[in-house]
């Protein structure tokens, strides 16, 4: 498999010699015979800085499949709006259990809260996937692209426009409409997805920081042309406004053997992120950790910034160095890859997951708060971690099924209650 390096470049790439055709995207004879698709993810008039688009080369148009009908599966997929009621309560989970029946990715997806209106291309979905089967069907999703953070279980993941091989401590991006399948090399996966249903993720922009820092662009990589040329049928399932549906192929959906464009999927090493911190005082905002960003209208306020925690050096003098008590006008969705969080002490677990809903306040956990006001601030380095936020300037609603499951911890409230009183003088 080989990777090309950048964010969005435009890349042209084919697994045949001579498929692609040169100079033209759609020329009257395509080479082969092969059949020139254009692949939008945004309209054709944004601005050139925004446009993201590919030209597919493929055996045969996507548009060569009979009627979808609603899937009946065991899904636990939903969109927003969802129609339980928002709460204002910080919320935690325990991991996502291994279900006991063999289950493939896609039906291994649980949503847990999603914000926004799918309709409207505003907001995310939160998923959480524990899976045990290799994928034999396609999957693809109209409402969002997908962002996939690896905990448990490498994922093998053929795409329509390449193979991407992640494993925990990397992420992986597939464009809304993008048909994949998701193989299992360690047999079984866990991990989280957010589903973003409006401007697509990007690199924010890096300030008075300079021309670089954070995620450098050439880290991202996006996978060459691959296809395979099969005849045997291929089920493939749709996401479509928060509705499951699937049709069957009489052929492989992955069958382009060229490209060309600046849409496609990647994935990216959340070690190379180059994190940037205070080296006097005072615990920074965390957008300081931005590795992507969805932009809203609202320049600054964003639909979802993907952000993480890496293990990082803590030098800062006179601080309270874990984050802070705070309120956010932002809803903060969490997750941990591995090791420990510095704000809880116990009980978010990696594979957990957190919920602090707009203005409800949270921060370290009474454990936490002693250790780091008692703590002698010399230098220390966090070696075994990586938490990361899904932050989005909608209120986030749990659904049902995260509610009611029972790796939700009922009593995270306590993890506030202890704290003494501040004395005053006199
Ligand atoms: O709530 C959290 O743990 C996430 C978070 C981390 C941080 O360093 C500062 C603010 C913030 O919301
Ligand atoms: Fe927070």
């Known amino acids: 498999m080989t990777y090309h390096p950048g964010f969005a470049n435009h890349i042209a790439t084919e697994a045949v010699t001579g ?57 636990h997929l939903q969109s927003a709006p969802i129609d339980t009621p928002p709460s204002p309560n910080r919320m935690r989970w ?42 034999d069907r396609a999957f693809f999703s109209s409402d969002g692209e997908l962002l996939i953070v690896p ?109 060309h464009g600046n849409l496609a999927p990647c994935r990216y090493d959340l070690t190379r992120f180059n994190t940037i911190n205070t080296v006097s005082f005072d615990h920074p905002d965390p957008s300081i950790f931005t590795v992507l960003t969805s932009p809203s209208e609202t320049p600054g306020t964003a639909n979802c910034d993907f952000v993480i925690f890496p293990p990082r050096w803590m030098v800062a003098e006179d601080t309270f160095r874990p984050p802070w008590f705070h309120r956010n006008v932002m809803s903060e969705f969490m997750g941990l890859v591995t090791g420990a969080y510095d704000a809880k002490e116990g009980g978010f677990a990696p594979g957990g997951a957190s919920l602090h809903n707009q203005m409800n306040g949270h921060g370290p956990d009474q454990a936490s708060y002693e250790k780091a006001v008692a703590a002698d601030l010399k230098p220390h380095r966090i070696a075994d971690t990586m938490a990361f936020m899904f ?36």
């Open 151 to 259: 905990q448990q279980g490498a994922l093998a993941i053929d795409t329509e426009l390449g193979r991407i091989d992640v494993a925990p401590l990397q992420i992986a991006l597939i464009p809304r409409g993008v048909r994949f399948r998701v193989k299992l090399p360690d047999g079984q996966a866990r991990g989280y997805v957010c589903e973003n249903y409006g401007s697509l993720f990007r690199l924010p922009d890096l300030g008075p920081i300079g021309a670089n820092g954070l995620a450098n662009p050439r880290d991202f990589e996006t996978p060459s042309a691959w296809f395979e040329d099969s005849d045997a049928p291929c089920d493939v399932i749709q996401k479509f406004q928060g509705g499951l549906w699937i049709t069957t192929l009489d052929h492989s959906p992955f069958d382009v053997v060229a490209w």
């Open 19 to 75: 498929a692609l055709p040169i100079g033209r995207n759609s020329p009257q004879r395509v080479p082969f015979g092969l059949y020139a698709e254009q692949l939008s993810g945004t309209a054709f008039t944004a601005p050139r800085a925004e446009n993201r688009r590919s030209w597919l080369y493929r055996l045969r148009p996507t548009a060569n499949h009979g009627a979808f009908v609603p899937y009946v599966g065991a899904s």
């Open 391 to 426: 932050e989005t300037r909608h209120v986030v609603r749990p659904t049902a099924w995260a509610m009611a499951t029972p790796t939700m911890q009922l009593d995270y409230d306590d993890v506030w209650t202890g704290f003494a009183k501040a004395q005053l003088p006199g």
């Open 94 to 135: 325990d991991p996502l259990q291994l279900p006991s029946d063999p289950t493939d990715w896609v039906d291994g997806l649980v949503t847990y809260g999603a914000t926004g209106d799918v309709a409207a291309q505003s907001g995310v979905g939160v998923h959480l996937y524990a899976a045990t089967k290799d994928m």
